[in-house]
């Protein structure tokens, strides 16, 4: 037997893989496909290098296939995703393909409940079901429903499963269930609202054991289902994610649901709030426990842990380099006092000692051996904040340090931290971790005597600020930069300490409260000396700004 697979690399999709591989058979294959080559840790699972831009590359594996699952589309929400090229496009060729197979028995789709929504003349007394007239009204929703509709038409044999909220491990961040949990930790009274609107889940295990039962079950074959096994209402979701945070019990303030006036106008209301009030988002159908064989769902009282533990709002480390000492040291501590889970990164670890529990890493960021390490104890937790603090600089003329110290200075302060952020991007997005880069005042201006430090600092500072515009939908990227520190630095690059320098304790608390700040993230300057020099280097020319502060630096250093 031959299966083929998109999605599987997904949250559903990987599930899915888990539960085919306790029941293939040793000579059977799967044909998963990928956006670029992997190796399986059972041989009988096999990459297909490709995407749904090009589908068509997939021809041989699909026409040899008796079992094609299709997971894989944009099941994000918004009004400026490519829906076709993502969902309807690449369903279109897989079934004109899969009408020249001689070996295809069923094609699978996930599609949503949100290819039916609610009708307006919908009163919502009731959920869902195979017989309610589909009326969808986000672009994601309609995309699905005209894949459904090509399929049905097709003339290939299929089976349509329309899941309602898919939970458990691995789900996205922005995700329903896994954004009620972040929402309670960031609102806590918000678990004191006893919203009445219902919705309908299913627990992703489940959802992928009634795929894999598709295999070798006519009594599916043609037929479409809703992936349901339990309905609660949001203030039973919310309650029940605060008693898991919090170890007690709350009480909660019943909320009426309005339902005469909301069921006649929920069409005009946000999909948000009318599921609030609302039994909006319920299906029903008794047929898809029954025909998948799902004869013990697990629900979401037995399983929330399995979210919340993964949830980095919740759990999330914060990764701190340059963790030894100065300011990284400072915002450990802090951290630790307010019993943050760490992960401690620098070349040097002999003050991290008191750090135990903590996941500490002797790492030079300038090795990439190092960086790879970092990454992978990292990807096994979750991300709540990075925070690219580790720095370091030579005093003296360019032509006068040697050249290790420019490429020392150049590697850990510009590509170490460049390559490290960018070696953690799939993890940095897929958990909304906040992103610190520590820069410094001098990024804004060249200082002769130290200019490839300062260059290296202005380098961080325009990436920093460019990131931030490049992941706003995803993440906050804080561009903090001090003026003048106390920390080792000062000995380390041979510049004299003076009276005026900020102490690393007061940096890390403005750093702690920027972060913590619910707004958006800030660009800073730290210091009342750097924020005005930060203001005249706006007004005088470059090449006079560099005379004076080669000057100052020269004496006062």
């Not at 510009?414 to 953690?424: D, E, F, I, P, R």
């Not at 210091?527 to 004076?548: C, D, E, S, W, Y």
């Amino acid at each position: 037997m031959k299966l083929f697979v998109t999605g599987g690399t997904g949250f559903l999709g990987s599930h899915l893989l888990n539960e085919l591989k306790a029941n293939l058979g040793p000579t059977d294959v799967v044909y998963v496909l990928c956006r670029s080559p992997r190796t399986f840790d059972d041989s009988r699972f096999q990459a297909v290098v490709g995407d749904f831009k090009g589908i068509a590359s997939a021809r041989t594996e699909l026409l040899a296939s008796d079992y094609v699952f299709h997971i894989g589309g944009e099941a994000r929400f918004g009004n400026d995703l490519d829906y076709q090229g993502s969902n309807i496009q690449p369903t279109r060729e897989m079934l004109d393909i899969l009408k020249g197979s001689s070996t295809l028995k069923n094609f699978i789709f996930t599609s949503t409940i949100g290819a039916f929504d609610r009708e307006p003349s919908d009163r919502i007394k009731d959920g869902i079901s195979i017989h309610s007239r589909p009326n969808p009204t986000s672009k994601y929703g309609k995309s699905k429903l005209e894949c459904e509709q090509m399929i049905t038409s097709s003339g290939l044999p299929f089976t349509i499963v329309r899941p309602t909220w898919i939970w458990g491990k691995g789900m996205r961040l922005d995700s329903h269930v896994n954004a009620f949990v972040s929402l309670v930790i960031k609102l806590p009274l918000m678990a004191r609202l006893g919203f009445p609107g219902k919705v309908s889940l299913i627990y992703v295990e489940d959802m992928a054991r009634a795929l894999a039962n598709c295999i070798n079950n006519a009594s599916v074959v043609n037929r479409c289902y809703f992936g349901v096994t339990e309905n609660a209402s949001i203030g039973t979701i919310l309650n029940m994610i605060s008693r898991r945070l919090s170890g007690r019990e709350i009480s909660q303030i019943p909320i009426p649901s309005f339902h005469f006036l909301l069921s006649r106008i929920h069409k005009k209301l946000p999909l948000a709030l009318a599921n609030l009030f609302l039994n909006y988002l319920t299906a029903q159908d008794e047929a898809f426990a029954k025909d998948f064989g799902i004869n013990a769902p697990v629900v979401l009282s037995n399983a929330l842990d399995s979210v919340i533990e993964n949830n980095p709002n919740a759990h999330g480390v914060y990764l701190i380099t340059g963790a030894n000492s100065g300011i990284g040291l400072a915002v450990a501590k802090s951290l630790r006092k307010q019993k943050k889970p760490l992960v401690l990164v620098d070349r040097n670890i002999d003050r991290l000692a008191p750090f135990v529990g903590d996941t500490v890493i002797e790492a030079d960021l300038s090795d990439a051996a190092a960086r790879t390490k970092i990454v992978k104890i990292v990807s096994q937790m979750p991300l709540r904040c990075l925070m690219n603090i580790a720095g370091v600089g030579f005093r003296g003329g360019f032509f006068d340090v040697e050249a290790e110290s420019v490429s020392k200075t150049v590697d850990v302060n510009a590509t170490g931290t460049l390559l490290l952020t960018h070696s953690l991007r799939k993890k940095l997005v897929a958990d909304h971790s906040d992103i610190v880069n520590i820069a410094s005042s001098v990024a804004y201006y060249p200082l002769p005597g130290m200019a490839v430090y300062a260059a290296s600092k202005a380098f961080i500072a325009s990436w920093s600020e460019a990131l931030a515009v490049e992941l706003k939908r995803t993440n906050r990227v804080f561009t903090i930069s001090p003026g003048g520190t106390k920390t080792n630095f000062q000995t380390s690059a041979g510049v004299k300490a003076t009276g005026d320098l900020l102490s690393p304790d007061a940096v890390s608390a403005r750093i702690l409260k920027t972060v913590a700040g619910k707004g958006k993230p800030k660009t800073a300057v730290y210091g009342t000396k750097a924020n005005v020099l930060f203001v005249m280097v706006r007004i005088l020319p470059q090449r006079v700004i560099a005379k004076i502060m080669g000057r100052l630096f020269s004496e006062a250093r």
